[in-house]
């Protein structure tokens, strides 16, 4: 099971597991993340969600190594299934009536951080960092801007995007990106306590508070992510996204020109 669930007292853990694989996000995986946030959703004695990774990673984002056998296969059919999800997964994280808190016990990469980024609060560590290589598998960070843009301005968010660069955990939480910083093996420890906090606040109260954060940005976020997925899944027939997944697959440099030219 990718998304699995466990509950401590007033929280419930989606734990993304798949560790052998950075716990990157297919449209299997993702669909039982979706599902597991509708279980806790319905369980009354939950006053709010923390969300982590197995192992050494939060996500990795995008499974590129499926993605690159889609390529191969044929080049001409890309299911964008898993594109399609990430959208609804991102409006049932903004729209959720609980807190959701986001224990980043490692790398959160791509879509991976844009899940991550999802969440009322973020947690990290020494270990964590945060960014969008998409530009250097020839892809586009497109759900990420959404997520970027709910907190930073245009200024902060380009460097990010258009480098591929990560972020250590002190940057992440210079930018605000991340709200505190941990040891690493207290990530998800802070993030329960956090929700342990909220146990002496009316769910009524924090559920409105949650609409009154979120319903401006609601509607526009849905449209932004609509379009963002259309961007995404247009990126992945170029020959840029070929040539950068299979780059990474086979774990060498990136032949732009030759991509480039063929555009």
């Known amino acids: 099971m990718f998304a699995e669930i466990k509950t401590h007292g007033v ?4 734990t993304l597991n798949d560790p052998e694989r950075g716990n990157c996000l297919n449209a299997m995986g993702l669909l039982q993340f979706q599902q597991a946030l509708e279980d806790l959703r319905q369980e009354k004695s939950i006053r709010g969600i923390i969300i982590t990774g ?11 190594l499926a993605l690159s056998r889609q390529m191969k296969s ?4 890309r ?5 399609e999800i990430l959208v609804e997964v991102l409006l049932a994280m903004i729209r959720y009536p609980k807190p959701i808190v986001s224990a980043l016990n490692g790398p959160a990469l791509g879509n991976g951080a844009a899940i991550a980024l999802a969440a009322d609060i973020v947690i990290g560590c020494n270990a964590t960092s945060i960014g ?8 586009v960070a497109s759900f990420a801007a959404v997520m970027l843009r709910m907190r930073l301005g245009r200024s902060a968010i380009a460097p990010m995007l258009l480098t591929g660069e990560s972020l250590n955990a002190k940057q992440a939480c210079e930018l605000g990106l991340v709200q505190e910083v941990v040891d690493s093996d207290l990530t998800w420890a802070r993030s329960h306590e956090i929700i342990e906090a909220m146990n002496d606040t009316s769910p009524q109260a924090a559920q409105l508070t949650r609409k009154v954060l979120y319903e401006t940005l609601s509607n526009s976020i849905e449209t932004d992510l609509r379009s963002a997925c259309g961007t995404a899944a247009t990126a992945r027939f170029t020959l840029s996204a070929c040539e950068g997944v299979s780059a990474f697959v086979d774990n060498r440099k990136s032949d732009w020109d030759d991509a480039y030219s063929g555009e």
Do not use: K, M, Q
């Open 54 to 64: 197995s192992g050494n990673y939060f996500s990795t984002g995008t499974d590129l």
């Open 132 to 139: 969008f290589p998409e530009v250097a598998r020839g892809l």
């Open 74 to 77: 044929d080049p001409l059919d």
């Open 11 to 14: 929280s419930g853990t989606i």
């Open 79 to 83: 299911n964008n299934s898993d594109l």
